[in-house]
């Protein structure tokens, strides 16, 4: 399973398709290795795996270009994927005996790292821990995929910044994952960090963030251009002439509080928002009908009017069942029949992976 992962074989573009690709169908990711392990060893298809000759078998020569395959070359022969797989066709594709060991945890080292220039690399170290309390170095297996291209990673887990930036690698192996935060940041020698005092707990967070990063806050803007963002942040709207001098002229030392407490209740912030969150969810007409869009239009726009908890209004999309028309987050669902896309779009929105 780890060798599939690794080489990429059982990726939504590869063979982990909801429909497979060729003569293999993976699970995406591997999320189900029981199903996996009768579509290799015990497979039909002509050739996928020779037991009496392991190296004239299929799932050895495709993915080395040893005959064409359309996923390109995925390792070489040779390789430490190439011999794992080679010697358990050999051995007759066992299945992994019923009380070995499950995968409990997984952990990284860093977690999370600030790399300061001139250094532009580091190595992850990826441990899997099992059910047994065994653990096992596993970062030449584990899968590594960076949030963004300012940086590559090598198969060792060996990550090089190409440009300063922040980044997150999501590290996987077999059914877990894990998240590495890093941050790859010029010098500058000369740094002083030069903050006001927090007024709040996001500021808190911010100005931490800042200085890890050798970074000084955005000096504070005039008033013009705050109304001017906090307008167009909040509700979408630029303000008009009397309300931006209104705003200017006002001598109240919290009246940048106040006029953000004023927009959150205008109901062009429900709009809004109602607009953004039915882009993110896919309400649209053709994947609903005109009712269907227009009822799980009203029920987003209400949640966020009477200001519904974040978790809450999660859940119940989630778990949303029963008539569209009767239970507009069931809408979710409808917009989303694809198995393989309702489940990367669930990720997307509600885990950030």
Known sequence: MAVFSKAGCNNGGCHGNANGRGFL??????????????????STA????????????????????QMQHEGG?????????????????????????????????LLTEPQERVVVGPENAITL???????DGSERDVSRWAVYEPSDLIVDVGQDGRVTAT????????????????????????????????????????DEAVFAKLRSLRMNPSDRCDDATFIRRASLDLIGLLPTREEARA?????EPNKRALLIDTLLMRPEFADFWALKWSDLLRNEEKALDKKGVRVFHAWIRESIATNKPMDQFAREL????????????????????????RAEATAQLFLGT
């Open 125 to 131: 170290r990826v441990t899997a821990r099992f059910s």
């Open 318 to 341: 989630v778990t949303g069942i029963g008539s569209s028309y009767e239970n507009p987050p069931s809408n979710y669902y409808r917009a989303l029949r694809n198995p393989t896309l």
């Open 163 to 202: 440009t300063f930036g922040e980044t997150t690698i999501n590290v996987r192996y077999l059914n877990l994952q894990k998240a590495v935060r890093l941050a790859f940041v010029p010098e500058r020698p000369h740094f002083q960090w030069a903050a006001r005092s927090p007024a709040n707990a996001i």
């Open 73 to 105: 070359k995925r390792f070489d022969v040779g390789s430490l994927e190439y011999e794992t797989l080679r010697k358990w066709i050999q051995q007759g594709t066992p299945n992994d005996p019923k009380n070995a060991p499950s995968l409990v945890e």
């Open 25 to 42: 169908k993976l699970s995406l990711r591997g999320e189900s290795p029981l199903l996996d392990f009768p579509a290799v060893a015990e």
């Open 247 to 251: 705003f200017i002229g006002n001598s």
């Open 46 to 65: 002509s050739r996928l795996v020779i037991r009496e000759d392991a190296e004239k078998s299929l799932l050895l020569r495709r993915p080395t270009l």
